[in-house]
């Protein structure tokens, strides 16, 4: 059964979408614990990031920066925080989180609630400053 991160890839079910090439895609978190924070995946369905080959793990991270510079120049804020967990979704994922303190890549932090159309506004303007 695919995941439910190729099941946003292929379209199956929605998401904020950021931008995607021919082997990453990159999209909102749903259940952000910053405004931007966003994650970027391979299209091949790995379970664990390390399962990754050399190649695609590489370019799973040079989409990331494509993408970290992009909310960057989107969202205030001092830097881009990685992170690597996968402890929800078998489907390998890179987060990326705008932080204004190192207390903000805190996955224990309230999530962030905001309405579709803001989240519609978040990815645009994300997107809108992605160089692919
Ligand atoms: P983890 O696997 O522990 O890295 O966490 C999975 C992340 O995926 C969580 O931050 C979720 O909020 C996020 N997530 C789960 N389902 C979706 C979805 N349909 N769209 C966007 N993000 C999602």
Known sequence: ????????????????????????????????????????????????????????????MLFAKKTGLAIEKAVPCKRIGIAVMGMEVPHAHIHLVPLENEGDLNFKNPKLKFTPEEMNTIAEDIRSNFIL
Do not use: C, W
Not at 11 to 16: A, L, T, W
Not at 32 to 39: E, F, V
């Open 1 to 60: 059964m695919p995941t439910i991160f190729s099941r946003i890839i292929n379209g199956e079910i929605p998401s904020y979408k950021i931008a995607e090439d021919e082997h990453y895609f990159a999209f909102l978190d749903i259940n952000p614990i910053k405004k931007g924070h966003t994650l970027v995946i391979p299209k091949v369905e790995t379970d664990y990031i390390f399962e990754l080959d050399d190649q695609t793990l590489s370019g799973l």
